[in-house]
């Protein structure tokens, strides 16, 4: 099993910064994409950055230029950096995990693995 564990959340004002965290614990081995989501009041869960193992990463074209996702595959830890801060930002961000991701890093089904989710605020 592997669990995931996200912090960083806030609220913040548009045009401000917030950097997200995901710790993994247990089995962490073969974890081989990581992705965040989010997901708005009244509105379907979204991906919106992942990685996979050797670094490649893709983007939403709604954050791109804007946000960064990591890992440090020694600290088994994902990030997600997020600058230019946006009101349509604000969610509930989660963290997704894979060993296999036949599914590609945005599609929800891929993942098995899933984080609580942190709280991201807005405002305009």
């Known amino acids: 099993q592997l669990q995931l564990m996200e912090s960083g959340g806030g609220s913040v004002q548009a045009g401000g910064s917030l950097g997200l965290s995901c710790a993994t614990s247990g089995h962490t081995y073969g974890v081989y994409c990581m992705s965040w989501f989010r997901q708005a009041p009244g509105k379907e869960r979204e991906a919106v950055a992942g990685?996979?193992?050797?670094?490649?990463?893709s983007y939403a074209d709604s954050v791109k230029g804007r946000f960064t996702i990591s890992r440090e595959n020694a600290k088994n830890t994902l990030y997600l950096r997020m600058n230019s801060l946006k009101p349509e930002d604000t969610g509930m961000y989660y963290c997704a995990a894979a060993r296999s991701c036949r599914g590609g890093l945005f599609s929800a089904s891929t993942f098995t693995y899933w984080g609580q989710g942190t709280q991201v605020t807005v405002s305009s």
């Open positions: 990685i996979y193992l050797d670094g490649e990463t």
